[in-house]
């Protein structure tokens, strides 16, 4: 970083080998740059930039002076430092610093964007201006800073460290729309609490207390943790219904169909009947949507099921 005041000693390379009357390159080439006691660079970005008083001292054969070690509101901070202090990725900054508050404060330095350290660990997220009512979300011309198939896991761990954790919370430390943040904190919660549900035996409102969920927060995860558990059930009657089919040779493949969950309380899987064993069907007028859950012996079910149906030909 910059630190403050400093400003005005800031030099790039083609500063200090101008400094020296040789080319950028063939500094470099020399190792000086690597040499013990050169002045360490003040950034870690492509574009080094190095404190030219420290620089003057080395070069002149005299103690390297050291720089200020306290921070300072006015310190100069670049994209990495920058993300560093706000406690994200340097791409996640980069959408950060387009942000008017922090935009009209940039200093560039060397042809390097730099930021005052005040600007970049005070600054809020200017709140996306609305026509309608409804939640928060990102800063307006701020996109997600964190991918969509990388978040259930981001905010999985954020759970971790605090079960009490919200929609706006999620907000702020991802920048991603407040119903985006949303469902994802109440899918996982949902899915915690089905599991102790099933493991303790106990409500929805127990395995939110045991997981350290508040009240206020889990209504919705509350319900959908019911459908899942449900979903859950429901999976080893489908499957026996899907080996039974197999089994009676209807099916066209080698092994049994495999039973998928892919949320809440529905499970599903898909049977390709043999045309040899049956040539054709078609639906009649009685209903063959049911689902009410059929607790009798899976192929008796199915049996059941399929006399709404009749065969074109034999």
């Known amino acids: 970083m910059i630190r403050a005041g400093r400003q005005q000693w800031v030099r790039t390379l083609a ?48 103690p390297v002076p050291a720089l200020p070690t306290a921070d300072d509101d006015d ?38 964007e730099h930021w005052p350290r005040h600007i970049v660990r005070d600054h809020t997220p200017t709140p996306r201006r609305r026509t309608g009512t409804g939640g928060g979300g990102r800063p307006a011309g ?31 430390r991802f920048g991603v729309h407040r119903n985006t943040a949303q469902a994802a904190l109440t899918a996982l919660r949902a899915e915690r609490m089905a599991d102790v549900m099933e493991q303790r035996g106990v409500t929805a409102a127990q395995a939110a207390a045991e997981l350290g969920y508040p009240a206020g927060l889990t ?14 059930q429901a999976r080893p009657y489908l499957a026996a219904v899907a080996r039974a089919l197999h089994a009676r040779g209807w099916t066209t493949a080698d092994t ?21 064993i049956i040539p ?20 008796e079910a199915f049996t059941q099921r ?9």
């Open 15 to 62: 500063d200090i080998a101008a400094q020296q009357g040789i080319a950028v390159q063939t500094l470099i080439n020399s190792g000086r740059l690597k040499a013990e006691g050169f002045p360490a660079p003040l950034n870690a970005g492509r574009t080094r930039l190095y404190d030219g008083e420290q620089v003057d001292a080395y070069l002149a054969g005299r």
């Open 75 to 112: 310190d100069l901070l670049d994209r990495q430092e920058a993300a560093a202090l706000r406690g994200m990725d340097p791409q996640a900054w980069d959408r950060r610093k387009k942000d008017p508050a922090v935009r009209e404060h940039l200093v560039l330095v060397g042809g390097v």
């Open 142 to 172: 701020v996109g997600d800073q964190v991918p969509r198939d990388q978040l259930p896991a981001r905010v999985a761990q954020l759970l971790d460290d605090d079960p009490t954790v919200t929609a706006a919370g999620v907000t702020d």
């Open 219 to 232: 209504r919705r995860a509350g319900i959908r943790a019911a459908a899942v558990l449900r979903g859950r």
């Open 256 to 276: 049994s169909p495999a039973v998928q969950h892919p949320e809440n309380d529905e499970c599903v899987a898909a049977l390709v009947l043999d045309s040899r």
């Open 280 to 299: 054709d069907l078609e639906e009649s007028s009685s209903s063959f949507s049911e689902t009410e859950f059929d607790r009798s012996h899976p192929i």
């Open 306 to 314: 399929t006399q709404s149906f009749r065969l074109l030909s034999q």
